[in-house]
């Protein structure tokens, strides 16, 4: 009733309900056994049920983390067309709406698989490189040789799914794009230190690269596994290509 004082509302008895018993709990139920536990003691049977009853989520992070996970093993054992988003989600033990919150589509998967690979083909090598003296850019050149050589033989499986297919012929452009660009700037500082000149270090950098993946690329046709004897027999030829000097 509209203006019913909240006090008296909270007092009023039910109609028709008989009065609580003595030493009955507040609220109890008539006949009702009462709570005996001490004051501020918790119902561990209440406890126990309510945890069980309550699912835990993981933290979103995780759960792209374990799709993306998932989406890579599978690619990679069965292939992209044989593989299905129940498979995917199943793998994942997520639910299949969780995939969709993320994706679109499987094509959307393969995009961030492949940013995932780019990126950190970018981070090993940066990494590597820092190691070095800014203006060693010969130190710089051999750093950049044996982590990107590396990271492709470790990687090949992966970047195989991710990059090479024939019905979208300018995949993987911004990606590849960036690591051309990182092998520039690896030579310009190289340049400005004083230990090239390079008419083009835009081109330098595109040889470069491509003649290290076309390296990696025939060394795993052939079986070869030794990641460090490619790279040291690439380093030469590279210091020769930027005018370096090489060890006699």
């Not at 599978?74 to 299905?84: D, H, K, P, S």
Request: glycine residues 8%; contains cysteine; charged residues 20%.
């Amino acid at each position: 009733m509209k203006g019913f004082p909240l006090a008296m509302a909270r007092s009023a008895k039910s109609p028709g309900k008989p009065d609580a018993k003595p030493g009955a709990e507040p609220g109890a139920e008539p006949g009702a056994r009462p709570d005996t536990r001490p004051a501020g003691k918790p119902d561990s049977r209440r406890g126990a049920h309510a945890s069980a009853a309550t699912p835990r989520t993981k933290p979103a992070p995780v759960r792209l983390d374990e799709l993306m996970a998932a989406a890579e093993d599978l690619f990679v054992r069965q292939g992209v067309e044989a593989t299905t988003i129940d498979q995917i989600v199943a793998q994942a033990g997520v639910a299949k709406g969780t995939f969709y919150h993320y994706f679109s589509s499987k094509a959307d998967v393969l995009a961030a698989l492949r940013v995932k690979f780019s990126q950190g083909f970018l981070d090993r090598i940066d990494a590597a490189m820092a190691a070095c003296a800014p203006d060693d850019g010969v130190a710089r050149l051999q750093a950049w040789t044996r982590a990107g050589v590396q990271a492709y033989f470790e990687g090949y499986a992966l970047h195989d799914v991710v990059f090479h297919d024939v019905n979208h012929p300018h995949r993987g452009a911004a990606e590849r794009a960036a690591v051309l660009a990182q092998a520039e700037a690896m030579l310009r500082a190289g340049q400005q230190a004083g230990c090239w000149r390079l008419a083009q270090p835009a081109l330098t950098a595109i040889l470069l690269y491509h003649g290290m993946h076309g390296a990696v690329d025939d060394a795993i046709a052939r079986g070869a596994t030794d990641a460090d004897a490619l790279a040291a027999s690439l380093i030469p030829p590279f210091l020769r290509l930027v005018g370096a000097p090489t060890a006699a």
